[in-house]
């Protein structure tokens, strides 16, 4: 059983929908990283964070470390945002290695 | 442009040739890691480095080596290729971040098919 689930793994809708993809995980972790993985392979940290929320553009991430859960957000979303997000988690007892959700993939139809 | 920057993008190798992942950082950080990405699976562990001169297996690090020459240089070395290897290898180092948390910037990937 993988430490970090992701949910759901697919995901289709509309231009201007609000999005909603979660992570949960087993392991104590002490903070959660958010990224996105577009098309033709790039990578990109969207967000780290350890506790409540933090929010970039159209983004919104939270975090419950007592539930051990975490969700992304994207409001009025828009077909550039179709990419596969990620959520990854260091181990407690080092911030050198993470543990990797298997990805959700998002497509926004216009 | 500052950033990791790995090298080749692609690559085709027969099985049992050996060949050598390049990646480098110029942002000064100093942990490096190697991962693999093979459809429908999350990003693996290959091996890692937390500072220049050290190097630590990963969750999948069989078949593999790496040298962290400096701290700006971590490459990955296959040294006799099997098709098992063919993957997308990404090279990603952490920038610490103090009271905001930790930031993981990553290559642009290198596609490897063993034939």
């Known amino acids: 059983k993988n430490e970090v689930e992701q949910s759901p793994q697919n995901l289709t809708a509309q231009e201007g929908e609000f999005i909603t993809i979660n992570c949960s995980y087993s392991v104590g972790i002490s903070a959660l990283h958010w990224l996105q993985q577009h098309p033709g392979g790039g990578i990109v940290s969207l967000f780290m964070?350890?506790?409540?929320?933090k929010k970039h553009g159209r983004l919104i991430a939270t975090i419950n470390i007592q539930e051990k859960h975490s969700s992304l957000h994207i409001t009025a979303s828009h077909p550039r945002d179709s990419a596969v997000y990620i959520c990854?988690?260091?181990?407690?007892?080092?911030?050198?290695?993470?543990?990797w959700g298997a990805g959700t993939k998002l497509i926004i139809k216009p | 442009n500052a950033g990791v920057t790995q090298t080749p993008k692609f690559q085709v190798l027969k099985t049992g040739q050996s060949m050598t992942l390049q990646c480098a950082q110029d942002m000064n950080h100093n942990s490096m890691y190697w991962y693999r990405q093979d459809p429908g699976m999350g990003l693996r562990l290959i091996y890692y480095s937390a500072s220049e001169g050290t190097t630590d297996k990963g969750e999948v690090p069989n078949g593999y080596n790496v040298s962290r020459l400096n701290k700006r240089e971590f490459s990955l070395r296959l040294e006799s290729a099997a098709p098992s290897q063919t993957s997308v290898y990404f090279c990603?180092?952490?920038?610490?971040?103090?009271?905001?948390?930790?930031?993981?910037?990553f290559g642009e990937g290198s596609w490897l098919t063993v034939v």
């Open positions: 964070l350890s506790s409540g929320k």
């Open positions: 990603a180092s952490i920038k610490s971040n103090p009271g905001t948390g930790n930031t993981i910037y």
């Open positions: 990854a988690a260091p181990l407690m007892d080092s911030n050198y290695q993470l543990i």
